[in-house]
């Protein structure tokens, strides 16, 4: 009986070291491809806001701002069969959020005194990017994740926010609520081998941006290219990592309530990724916001059916915030 249990407690030693030291014999080499400014097409542009080098684009002039946010694994190439007719309202600005696009993706090694990944601090990170390009104020548009950031900042910030266009938005991310979960992403063990852990979904990345859209069919030659281009940046695979691991959650149900400002909410009515019903029950907690649904639309209207996204929010922007029919 003796000779079993030390014959036990030697396997589970055995057993309990490989799960503490195996990962970190399996060599995880940084990501070494090319920079954001080799990747960016001519109209990009770069600036440095909390010690971050932001990629953005910009179209119009004057104002007010259009401040455009994409959702998870998105960039700035969402909007571009958009931004153009916004931009007959005024200046229209859509940049890369941290982990995203072609925006720098600092190692941790390299973090000023906070985490530029935690979804708790995009909204002073998109205040300072406003302020950097001289603007106050600005009209907040966002999908899925963006329009989750665009309530923070009117939550946060509301003298900076005229108002809100949400896009199929998620009023609640970051990391999982399940209490296990975040402890085994936070262990030293799946961090080292979380940059590897993403570049598994790569061969899956073409089945993630169909599944956003209602037809697929209809999807131009360029959508899937542009979602690739960003996973050939150096760095990539931890940002990505860093955004799904990041410990900052945010769960806005219970203060979108309080918020002031106008706000359109607009959802396809085929969204397979956030139901469109979460929309309805966010204009049900506000006397501020409107909604209509999108027929015929996925999670991305903004890139399925442009036309149909404008007819609806140009009208109601020119409406809101007082603007004359042929702005600019």
Known sequence: MRRFARASALILAILLTLLAFGPFLVPVHPYQGKTPYELADQDGKFISVRGIWLHYRVYGQGKPLFLLMHGFGSSTFTWDRVAPALAQLGTVVAYDRPGFGLSQRPLQSDW????PYDPTEQAQ?????????????????GNSAGGGVALDIALKYPQAVQAMVLVSPAVSGGNTSNAFMQWLIRTPQVQHLGPMLVRALVPRMQSLVTTAWHDPAIMPL?????YRKPLTASNWDAGLWYVTSAPGRLNLWFQVGSIQQPALIVHGNDDRII?????????????????????GLGHVP?????QAFLDVVLPWLRNTLSLPSSSH
């Open 275 to 295: 139901p469109q019903s979460e929309s309805r029950r966010l204009v049900s907690l506000n006397d501020h916001f409107a909604f209509v649904p999108l027929a």
């Open 125 to 141: 990170l998109a205040l300072e990017l406003m302020h950097a390009l001289g603007f106050e104020q600005a009209v907040l548009i």
């Open 112 to 115: 000023h005194s906070y985490d």
């Open 222 to 226: 360029d959508v899937i290219p542009a």
């Open 302 to 306: 903004q890139e399925e059916g442009p």
